[in-house]
């Protein structure tokens, strides 16, 4: 399971460094994809096979189940880790993500995830504020 959220930076040739716990479970190639809320979602080969194959499933003939899937789907690259641990950042997910300098690199269960430092932290305290409210309605929905 990835866990954990970490601080690094993105070098001058678009590269930035996977935590070694991150590198050991995802192993030395990557598909990295536009996420949600303005993130990157990095996962492993066999993962990004189980997670397109949900947005396959997911009503082609709705158009938001068509949209969703070519949102995510068409930018994304596979790329290698390299010895460093680092990955390489395409121009269109970079500004999608709109990853600067600092990059907030943290593990969500079966994915990685990759925000600029300004938008996580925006984020996350919007989520924080609100975080009793969220658990109370998942609560009601039967989740937690």
Same mark, same amino acid.
């Given at each position: 399971?990835?866990?954990g959220?970490y601080? *690094?930076?993105l070098?001058?040739?678009k590269?930035?460094?996977l935590?070694?716990k ?7 190639k ?6 949600l ?7 492993d080969?066999?993962?990004? /096979?189980?997670?397109v ?10 158009? %938001?189940?068509?949209d969703?899937?070519?949102f ?5 690259v /596979? ?8 990955i390489?950042?395409?121009d269109n ?9 600092q990059?907030?690199?943290m593990g969500v *269960?079966?994915?990685v /995830?990759?925000?600029?430092e /300004? +938008?996580?932290?925006t984020? +996350?305290a ?5 975080? %009793?409210?969220?658990?109370e ?6 989740m937690?």
């Amino acid at each position: 399971m990835l866990i954990g959220e970490y601080r *690094h930076t993105l070098d001058s040739k678009k590269r930035v460094s996977l935590p070694s716990k991150f590198r050991k479970e995802l192993g030395k190639k990557v598909v990295i994809s536009k996420g949600l809320d303005n993130c990157l979602f990095v996962l492993d080969p066999k993962r990004w /096979e189980a997670f397109v194959s949900k947005l396959a499933n997911a009503h082609f003939g709705q158009r %938001d189940g068509r949209d969703l899937s070519r949102f995510i789907i068409a930018g994304a690259v /596979e790329t290698d880790v390299d010895a460093a641990g680092r990955i390489l950042i395409p121009d269109n997910l970079k500004d999608h993500a709109r990853l600067k300098e600092q990059v907030v690199v943290m593990g969500v *269960h079966s994915r990685v /995830e990759l925000w600029s430092e /300004e +938008s996580w932290n925006t984020y +996350s305290a919007g989520v924080a504020q609100q975080a %009793d409210a969220i658990a109370e309605r998942l609560g009601e929905m039967g989740m937690i």
